[in-house]
Each structure stands twice: as structure tokens, then as C-alpha cells.
């Protein structure tokens, strides 16, 4: 269930199993929410509820997986992950041990505008819509400042969200299909984890960012086990090994290719304390604490 703190009102997520409902998204707003359910086929589908109205619907097929929604930041658009490449990396089905099907980099990214008409960020610039021209270092530097007092004083996007539709708006977004997992929005970047092959046992950290540049996904770091934006999508926290470093979400892999400049960023957890309550910790057990 989601209560609106406005209106009191509970509404139903879905009619499955909570076990079944993950990956839950709050619009920038916080009127809007993107989840993942469980079809009855079994595939995971993404639902997106407008809380204003009640109405939620689903925004992909029950024909392929699909998951991680991710606001952008201005609340026009979601991105998501799906494994719609189906491509066999076995040539023929003859052989010794007539090999199966096996399907490799199977994910590709997509987004979805909320809205009817909206032109999606990667598209080139045309003689419509012409490239800006870019701001010298001194307008970046005051317009900085700028936009860091403003941030702390503007109210969030309003999302709108038009269900009309709305699958007909689907776009891929220009990056090869890989082996992709943990899809999030930073401001202006999409990042996610990338594995070498399907067994998915090296992790690398790539961002990619939403302008029209045509730039290749940049592979932050290599050899990660997790990775969490903040809220305010400015910085986020990687784990690596059993290492845990805070970094910015516009940082370029090359500014951390130097060990001094990442060990800069390393969060020192020598001296963190826990307090704990062995009894509290062993009422998981099925007779009474």
C-alpha cells in the first residue's frame, strides 16, 4: 500500500505478493511511483502509479524482463533496464552435445517519456533544434555558484504523467546491449554495472551521459560490488572489494585512474562502532526470545 500524505488515501500497489513488488521509485515529486512486479508468466514488468489519481499502469510487455526504473531528474522521463537482445552466440545447433541456445549481453537501456511530445535528450541537435553554444570557464564558475544556491532554495519538478498511450513512446537509448544490472539517474548521467559475460563475477561501475554527444559509456571503476546514488544524485557510494569510496556522479574514469587520487576518496571505517543486543538478534529463531 502507498499513502498519500496529502490526501490520507492508501492505494493498492498490485494484487500479487509482497515478495513479489521490488525496486520501488519515487518520482522527483514524490507524486509518481515506479515498481517492478511479477506477471503471471512470470516475467517482471514495470508499473508506474500516479498517486494524485490512483491509476497505475504498466509501461512494459510481460514479454521480456524488465526492471531497475529510474526518474530522470527533471521528472519527464524513466529509464530502465530489459532484456530484449536475443541474440544466440551459438551458431548452429549442431555438434557432439547439440548445444542449446545461450544468449549473452542480453540487456539494453531504454526510456519512456511521461509526456506526448517530448524530444528525448540523445537526439542530435537539427537545424530545429541547434546545438547551444558552449559557456566559458569563468560563466561555468559564477553560474556554478549560481545554481548551488539554488538548489538548496527550488522546489522539486512537477511530474506529470499522461497514460495515453504511453507505450508508444518508448525509446532505446544509444549504448550497446550488454549485461547490464543496477540502473540508476544521476543528474545529467546514467550509471549502471556491467559484467564481462552472463556469470556476471566482475562487476564494472560505467556512467553514461544524457546529452547528445555520442560519447561511448565511461567505465568509472572496474571490479565492483555495489554502488548507491544519493538523493540529491550528486555523489554516490561504491563499494569495492570491502572497500567503500564516496566519488561525485560527474567524475570521469580518468581522474581516478591515479591510486592517490581514489584513495582521496576512501571512506575510513576503522573507527565506526556498533552497538548490538545478542538477545535482540537471536528472535529470529521460531521459539520466544
Request: charged share 30%; aromatic share 8%; net charge negative.
Amino acid at each position: 500500500m502507498v499513502t498519500s500524505p496529502k490526501t490520507v488515501t492508501c492505494f493498492a500497489l498490485a494484487e500479487t505478493f509482497p515478495q513479489e513488488i521490488a525496486s520501488l521509485t519515487c518520482a522527483p515529486d514524490s507524486h509518481g511511483l515506479a515498481f517492478v512486479e511479477t506477471a503471471d508468466n512470470q516475467f517482471d514488468r514495470i508499473r508506474i502509479l500516479d498517486v494524485a489519481s490512483g491509476k497505475s499502469e504498466s509501461i512494459t510487455s510481460d514479454r521480456y524482463n524488465s526492471e531497475n526504473p529510474a526518474w530522470s531528474s527533471d521528472g519527464k522521463w524513466i529509464y530502465f533496464l530489459s532484456d530484449r537482445m536475443l541474440k544466440t552466440t551459438i551458431q548452429s545447433p549442431w555438434g557432439p552435445r547439440q548445444p542449446d541456445p545461450h544468449f549473452d549481453h542480453t540487456m539494453k537501456v531504454y526510456e519512456l517519456a511521461l509526456e506526448p511530445g517530448l524530444r528525448s535528450p540523445f537526439e542530435p541537435a537539427d537545424e530545429l533544434h541547434p546545438e547551444t553554444s558552449p559557456k566559458s570557464d569563468e560563466t561555468k564558475s559564477s553560474d556554478g555558484k549560481k545554481a548551488e544556491a539554488k538548489d538548496k532554495s527550488k522546489k522539486p519538478p512537477e511530474v506529470k504523467i499522461d497514460f495515453t498511450r504511453l507505450d508508444t513512446r518508448l525509446e532505446e537509448v544509444p549504448v550497446p546491449a550488454g549485461n547490464y544490472s543496477s540502473l540508476q539517474a544521476a543528474d545529467k548521467r546514467l550509471c549502471w554495472l556491467n559484467a564481462s559475460d552472463d556469470t556476471h563475477t566482475h562487476l564494472a561501475l560505467e556512467c553514461f551521459d544524457i546529452d547528445n554527444k555520442g560519447e561511448k559509456p565511461d567505465t568509472i571503476l572496474p571490479d565492483v560490488r555495489s554502488y548507491d546514488i544519493s538523493l540529491d544524485r550528486k555523489k554516490m557510494i561504491v563499494r569495492k572489494e570491502n572497500n567503500f569510496y564516496v566519488i561525485e556522479t560527474k567524475a570521469k574514469s580518468a581522474s581516478l585512474k591515479d591510486p592517490k587520487a581514489l584513495a582521496k576518496l576512501h571512506m575510513d571505517l576503522t573507527h565506526w562502532t556498533w552497538a548490538t543486543t545478542p538477545r535482540a538478534g537471536a528472535c529470529w529463531r521460531p521459539w520466544p526470545c
